[in-house]
C-alpha cells in the first residue's frame, strides 16, 4: 500500500519524506489555502518545491469546473512536472475530462467521491485514481471504510486499473482498515503517519534494553 501524505505544508512532507516512506503527496485547494499559498504563479510555484522535495505522483487540483476550462488548467498543471497527478472532481464535466486527459496519457486523481456508484464512474472514464472520502463520510454517520471495501471488491471483479486512494483518512485505524481491505493507496496527514510509530510496550522494551545494557557497561 502506497503512503502519500495530504498537505501543502512543506515541512512535513519533508519529514515524511525524511521518514523514507512516503510515495507521494495530495493536495486540493483548502490545504493551499491554510498554507497561506494564493494566487496562480504561487500555487503553481508551490506544486513545483512540492516535486523537488519528492520523486512520486503529486495531485494538484483544478479550479474549474466546466469541461474547457478543466482540460486547460489540468493540461497546464501536467507541464509543470512529470509527476503531477491532475485532481478533476466528482462530476459531470469532470468525468468527460478525466476521459480526455485519459486518453492523452495525462494521469488523474478522481475526488470528491462519495458512492461506488461515483467510483464505477471514475473507473470507466480511465481514472488512474479514485478518491472516496472515508472521514467526510464517517462525520455523516455513514461508514467510510465500508465504501473502500465495496469499491476494492468491485475494481477487482472487473480488472479496473484506477487505483484505490483512500482519502481523508484521519486516524491509525483507518490506515490498517485500508491494508486489511486491499486499498491501493491512503493519503494522511503526517500525524498518522507518525502514529504508525507508537506502541507502549516498545517504549518500555527498549528502556529495559538499554538499563541491561547499561548494568554491563559499568
Ligand atoms: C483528498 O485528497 C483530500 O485532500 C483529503 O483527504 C480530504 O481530507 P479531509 O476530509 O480531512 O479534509
Given at each position: 500500500?502506497?503512503?502519500?501524505?495530504?498537505?501543502?505544508?512543506?515541512?512535513?512532507?519533508?519529514?515524511?519524506?525524511?521518514?523514507?516512506?512516503?510515495?507521494?503527496?495530495?493536495?486540493?485547494?483548502?490545504?493551499?489555502?491554510?498554507?497561506?499559498?494564493?494566487?496562480?504563479?504561487?500555487?503553481?510555484?508551490?506544486?513545483?518545491?512540492?516535486?523537488?522535495?519528492?520523486?512520486?505522483?503529486?495531485?494538484?487540483?483544478?479550479?474549474?469546473?466546466?469541461?474547457?476550462?478543466?482540460?486547460?488548467?489540468?493540461e497546464f498543471?501536467a507541464e509543470l512536472?512529470?509527476?503531477?497527478?491532475?485532481?478533476?472532481?466528482?462530476?459531470?464535466?469532470?468525468?468527460?475530462?478525466?476521459?480526455?486527459?485519459?486518453?492523452?496519457?495525462?494521469?488523474?486523481?478522481?475526488?470528491?467521491?462519495?458512492?461506488?456508484?461515483?467510483?464505477?464512474?471514475?473507473?470507466?472514464?480511465?481514472?488512474?485514481?479514485?478518491?472516496?472520502?472515508?472521514?467526510?463520510?464517517?462525520?455523516?454517520?455513514?461508514?467510510?471504510?465500508?465504501?473502500?471495501?465495496?469499491?476494492?471488491?468491485?475494481?477487482?471483479?472487473?480488472?479496473?486499473?484506477?487505483?484505490?486512494?483512500?482519502?481523508?483518512?484521519?486516524?491509525?485505524?483507518?490506515?490498517?482498515?485500508?491494508?486489511?481491505?486491499?486499498?491501493?493507496?491512503?493519503?494522511?496527514?503526517?500525524?498518522?503517519?507518525?502514529?504508525?510509530?507508537?506502541?507502549?510496550?516498545?517504549?518500555?522494551?527498549?528502556?529495559?534494553?538499554?538499563?541491561?545494557?547499561?548494568?554491563?557497561?559499568?
Amino acid at each position: 500500500m502506497k503512503f502519500f501524505i495530504d498537505t501543502a505544508n512543506l515541512q512535513e512532507i519533508q519529514e515524511a519524506h525524511d521518514l523514507g516512506v512516503l510515495d507521494g503527496v495530495t493536495t486540493n485547494p483548502s490545504l493551499m489555502a491554510k498554507e497561506g499559498i494564493f494566487g496562480h504563479d504561487n500555487v503553481m510555484a508551490h506544486y513545483k518545491k512540492i516535486c523537488e522535495i519528492v520523486d512520486g505522483d503529486i495531485s494538484a487540483e483544478v479550479i474549474a469546473t466546466d469541461y474547457e476550462n478543466i482540460i486547460k488548467e489540468g493540461e497546464f498543471l501536467a507541464e509543470l512536472h512529470p509527476n503531477i497527478v491532475v485532481k478533476v472532481p466528482m462530476i459531470r464535466d469532470g468525468v468527460k475530462a478525466i476521459r480526455y486527459f485519459s486518453e492523452k496519457g495525462i494521469k488523474t486523481n478522481c475526488t470528491l467521491v462519495f458512492s461506488a456508484g461515483q467510483a464505477i464512474l471514475a473507473a470507466k472514464a480511465g481514472a488512474t485514481y479514485v478518491s472516496p472520502f472515508v472521514g467526510r463520510l464517517d462525520d455523516v454517520s455513514t461508514d467510510g471504510m465500508q465504501l473502500i471495501d465495496q469499491i476494492v471488491q468491485i475494481y477487482s471483479n472487473y480488472g479496473y486499473q484506477t487505483q484505490v486512494l483512500a482519502a481523508s483518512v484521519r486516524h491509525v485505524m483507518h490506515l490498517v482498515q485500508c491494508a486489511e481491505i486491499g486499498a491501493d493507496v491512503v493519503t494522511c496527514p503526517l500525524n498518522v503517519i507518525t502514529s504508525l510509530l507508537n506502541h507502549p510496550l516498545t517504549d518500555i522494551g527498549l528502556q529495559k534494553f538499554l538499563a541491561d545494557h547499561a548494568k554491563g557497561n559499568k
